[in-house]
């Protein structure tokens, strides 16, 4: 063989190597907008996606599955969340502590937590709902996964499609686990966002705020979406 020809075989198997080593099976819980948006664009990166929802033969699930890339499957959600290394937990707030306790034992596995536990006020106004944030609550209800709080800060719509947002957007990161967090801050740049790392699990308290503060400027007419200009 030739020398070039010997390096880009090199290259090749290298690439090859990280791809495998990288590729993750993402169990998305829930099949609404969050994880309707995420599963398909996790999917692009080559990861294989398991959603896990109450009916997977549901004709919408379905359809989900088939506008998913790879071997993408539709299970009950325990089943879903065992076969996994990270779970996406996308069931609406109200509904998340139910679902988090019937999957099973999530010890090690990354959960990546998009939940907003958001109350309105009389006048319209968004409050957070809880004392601490959703993301530490979760992190209680399953003490030994690891849980990275992101995404709760933006859109489905343009969780789906980045280039809608009209120019980059940022999204905040916060868990106790470095791995776990550089997983997700993978995923996060992987699908074309830029990440910021705010700290452990009690900076979700903050994150899960900036979503109020964006909710309510919305609900006022002046509705944006977070990008974070680096300072030099
Ligand atoms: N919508 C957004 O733009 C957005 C953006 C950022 C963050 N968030 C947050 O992300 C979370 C999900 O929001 P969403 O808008 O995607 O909600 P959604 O559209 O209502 O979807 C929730 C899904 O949860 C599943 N589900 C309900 N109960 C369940 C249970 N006991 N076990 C397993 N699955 C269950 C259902 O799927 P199956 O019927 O298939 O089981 C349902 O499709 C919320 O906390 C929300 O605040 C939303």
Not at 1 to 8: R, S, V, W
Not at 191 to 207: Q, T, Y
Request: overall charge negative; glycine content about 10%; charged content about 15%.
């Amino acid at each position: 063989m030739t020398k070039p020809f010997n390096l880009l075989l090199v290259a090749m198997l290298t690439i090859a190597a990280w791809c495998s080593a990288s590729a993750e099976t993402i169990a998305v819980i829930g099949t609404g907008n969050v994880g309707g948006a995420l599963g398909p664009r996790f999917s692009e990166l080559g990861h294989d996606i398991i959603y896990g929802s109450r009916q997977p033969q549901r004709e919408d699930v379905q359809a989900l599955v088939s506008k998913t890339h790879g071997n993408a499957q539709a299970m009950i959600p325990a089943e879903a969340a065992a076969a996994a290394d990270v779970i996406v937990m996308a069931t609406k707030w109200a509904d998340a502590e139910v679902a988090l306790k019937s999957l099973g034992d999530l010890s090690g596995k990354i959960i990546l937590d998009p939940n907003n536990a958001v109350r309105m006020d009389a006048n319209g106004m968004r409050h957070l709902d809880v004392e601490t944030s959703a993301a530490e609550l979760i992190q209680g209800w399953a003490p030994n996964a690891r849980v990275v709080k992101a995404f709760n800060t933006l859109g489905a719509g343009i969780m789906a499609n980045p280039a809608s947002a009209g120019g980059p957007v940022t999204i905040a990161i916060a868990g106790n686990d470095a791995s776990a967090k550089a997983v997700i801050a993978g995923l996060v740049t992987g699908i074309g966002f830029e990440v910021v790392d705010m700290g452990d699990l009690s900076a979700a308290r903050f994150i899960e705020q900036m979503l109020i503060a964006r909710g309510n400027a919305g609900a006022l007419g002046t509705p944006f979406n977070y990008y974070f200009r680096p300072a030099r």
